[in-house]
């Protein structure tokens, strides 16, 4: 199989893996002894055996239901159905964003040699792919060498994000920690189809760490940013925050 090929296929598999994972809110909402999920799991499989690593895979299949526990009541299995289904859904999109990203970066050496002083620059911001919500505030700054306010503008759009996908109407390190506090947690932060308090508890840190070393030295100009590739590495740390909010679920009390 020749490059383009190979690059068609990867990209079809991609196609079919979103059309899967926008199938998973319909699934959530059956009883959990339907009849429609392991059809659904078993083409999850098909895909990933064929077109995918084979660690992609594994993490998809051993993200399953329990079956430890010989004495469940409907609820239980209920809602261990519906949160192992919002973990898939969370693996499967990584894998999609995964492949997708190294698909842009296979034919990037093929393109035409960047020409002017800034083209480089914009060059790299569009390969990286950011989350949108991150390009509609920063691009435009970015590209007029405003570097610092697109680091803050970007850093905005994270927090209105979790402000609204929590519903608190805190800012800065006050949202952050109470929105991802690992005892009481708005949002939660699924692994592997069971919540961690150490995992929680390091994504708080990176959230609130976002907040008090990234996002509070630019809002109080203590800090002049000249560099455009630390900028790049800002935007993409943001980004990376954001698509990983995007797939997980506010906690149900």
């Known amino acids: 199989m020749d490059n383009t090929s190979r690059h068609t296929s990867k990209s079809k598999a991609i196609e079919l893996l979103k059309q899967l994972i926008d199938e998973v809110p319909y699934l959530r909402t059956l009883n959990y002894d339907n009849s429609e999920l392991k059809p659904w799991v078993d083409r999850v499989k098909n895909i990933l055996s064929l077109a995918f690593d084979d660690d992609d895979y594994q993490k998809f299949v051993h993200a399953k239901l329990r079956s430890d526990m010989l004495i469940m009541g409907d609820e239980i299995h209920q809602s261990n159905y519906e949160h192992n289904l919002a973990t898939r859904k969370t693996i499967l999109q990584s894998i999609a964003d995964k492949h997708e990203l190294l ?56 927090e209105n994000f979790v402000q609204d996908k929590s519903g608190e109407t805190l800012y800065g390190t006050n949202l952050m920690e109470k929105v991802f506090n690992e005892e009481n947690p708005i949002i939660k932060v699924p692994e592997a189809g069971h919540y961690h308090k150490d995992i929680q508890r390091g994504f708080r840190h990176l959230f609130v760490g976002a907040s008090q070393g990234i996002r509070n030295p630019k809002a109080h100009k203590e800090v002049i940013q000249k560099d455009p590739y630390i900028t790049l590495q800002y935007l993409a740390f943001f980004s990376f925050l954001l698509k990983r909010i995007d797939y997980w679920d506010t906690a149900v009390s």
Not at 130 to 153: C, M, W
């Open 103 to 158: 698909e842009t970066e296979i034919p990037l050496t093929s393109k035409v040699e960047p020409k002017g002083a800034d083209e480089p620059l914009l060059y790299l911001y569009d390969a990286i792919k950011l989350h949108p919500k991150i390009t509609n505030v920063s691009r435009e700054l970015f590209k007029d060498g405003h570097y610092a306010q697109a680091i803050f503008e970007a850093y905005k759009a994270v």
